[in-house]
């Protein structure tokens, strides 16, 4: 989009995977970009590199988004150092290690859905403070990173997180309608089977590659064709699209 000079996109979990392909495809598009992550200092700041050298601002920014106390000093140095927020990409998600539901754990359940789930609500809730006419603010867009796993309930593998997932497309639905008189669009984009570091963190580094028959086009997806969903709907092409849910999937 070019109508966003000087604003500002919080992309989460975007030192690597989906979020470094959003924060580079809303740096392309004109944003400024603040880069989170929680681990990989020297890839979030490669990703922040990468903006800059597209002429745009960045900075990167370690918070967990599941400890509110670091996601609020997060928005806090937002604030400060970059221009007003525009723009909301949440993105940071985990799966964990292949598991039925009755082996799963509450440890495990609380650590997913802390994540997946109320890091997204409290993410959104920091942009809606900044961005929403009731508070002042210009407006602007949140994307919201589903899955089809929210369709399909992932059986046998990850039921826990498919329906982290089935929260966040509700949630998308809800704070879509909420907001849509204070000038915040509010959208999901679900992506099937995506060539990305997180299979291997659930313990199936091949996944992506291996799951190319369950797939109608035959092939894994690519971090960039999901950000180039995510940069449409965060645009004003799409400023007369909210609460919709756009699977990126092959199909699937
Ligand atoms: P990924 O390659 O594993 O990358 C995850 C990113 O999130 C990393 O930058 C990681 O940063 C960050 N992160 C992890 N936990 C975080 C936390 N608590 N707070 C802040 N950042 C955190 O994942 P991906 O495949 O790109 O997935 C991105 C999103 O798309 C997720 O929401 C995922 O559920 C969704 N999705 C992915 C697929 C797929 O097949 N890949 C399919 C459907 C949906 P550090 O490494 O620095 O910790």
Redesign the pocket.
Known sequence: MTSNNACTVLV?????????ACALACARDGWDVAV?????TA??ERVAREVRALGRRAIHVQ????DEPALLAMFARIDAELPPLAGLVN?????DAMARVDQTSLARLQRLFA??VF?AFLCAREAVKRMSTKYQGQGGAIVN?????AKLGGPGWYVDYAAS?GAIDTFTVGLAREVAAEGIRVNAVR????D????A?GGQPER?HQSSALIPMQRPGT?DEVAAAVVWLMSDAARYTTGAILDVSGGR
Do not use: F, Q, W
């Not at 989460?12 to 470094?20: E, F, Q």
């Not at 989170?36 to 990989?40: F, I, K, L, V, W």
């Not at 918070?63 to 599941?66: F, I, Q």
């Not at 993105?91 to 799966?95: D, E, H, L, P, Q």
């Open positions: 989460t979990g975007a030192s690597r995977g989906i979020g470094a989170n992550y929680t681990r990989d890839a979030a918070a967990d988004v599941a993105n940071a998600g985990v799966v994540i997946n890091g990173l589903s899955s089809v796993a997932k992506p099937g089977i995506i990305t570091d997180i299979h963190s992506a971090a």
